[in-house]
Structure formats: structure tokens, C-alpha cells
Nanobody, 124 residues
Framework: QVQLVESGGGLVQAGGSLRLSCAAS????????LGWYRQVPGNQRELVAG???????KYAESVKGRFTITRDNAKNKVYLQMNSLKPEDTNVYYC??????????????????WGQGTQVTVSS
């Protein structure tokens, strides 16, 4: 089991930037992909960005070119740099750890570990 703690959310104007951080702990962290999801209707979450232990990265189409995910394996941390933020990016962002990152997941049915979430609000 992996424990995840997010930080870095907040309120920003459209066009601004935020950086989310997630600290991971647990015996299997080094073997897990890490990433970020956000809430969608129907008690589901959509993948925003994910990064494997080997550095393979996946982004949602809606954030490509604006968001960048990085991983510091020595510190067991994953980051999400969010630039050119839009009001539609407003959401709760959840850090996740696991082996398979689907594009849309139901959290209780997934095999992912989850953080508590951090609110990102983008004003127009």
C-alpha cells in the first residue's frame, strides 16, 4: 500500500500557473507509476497525467502542451506543473499510485492508491 499526500492547490486567475506536489511513502513506491486524476461526473476520475517508473508519460488531450508531470524517485515525489490554466481546469486533483492508469476510473473499483485531493480553482 502506498500513502500519498498532495499539496500546492489554490486559487489562480486564468492564464496563471500552479504546481502540485505529491509525497509518496510505502514499501512499493519505487515500483509504482504515479500520476494525477481529477473528478468527473458519475463519481469517476479522469487521468490528467501519469508517469511510470521508467519515465514514460501520458497526458490527457485537454492538458497537452500546458501541463508537465515530473517525478523525483530519490524523494518519492511527483509534481504537476500547470501553466496557462483555464476555468475548466477547476477541480479537485488527486494523486494516484499503481500499475495501471486507465483514462477514466471509479476510485473504489480501481487498484490505485489515492491521496486526499487538493482543490484547484481558476477564475475567469
Amino acid at each position: 500500500q502506498v500513502q500519498l499526500v498532495e499539496s500546492g492547490g489554490g486559487l489562480v486567475q486564468a492564464g496563471g500557473s500552479l504546481r502540485l506536489s505529491c509525497a509518496a511513502s510505502g514499501s512499493t513506491v519505487s515500483r509504482n507509476a504515479l500520476g494525477w486524476y481529477r473528478q468527473v461526473p458519475g463519481n469517476q476520475r479522469e487521468l490528467v497525467a501519469g508517469i511510470t517508473t521508467g519515465g514514460t508519460i501520458k497526458y490527457a488531450e485537454s492538458v497537452k502542451g500546458r501541463f508537465t508531470i515530473t517525478r523525483d524517485n530519490a524523494k518519492n515525489k511527483v509534481y504537476l506543473q500547470m501553466n496557462s490554466l483555464k476555468p475548466e481546469d477547476t477541480n479537485v486533483y488527486y494523486c494516484a499510485a499503481g500499475n495501471v492508469f486507465g483514462p477514466v476510473v471509479t476510485p473504489e473499483r480501481s487498484r490505485l492508491s489515492w491521496g486526499q485531493g487538493t482543490q484547484v480553482t481558476v477564475s475567469s
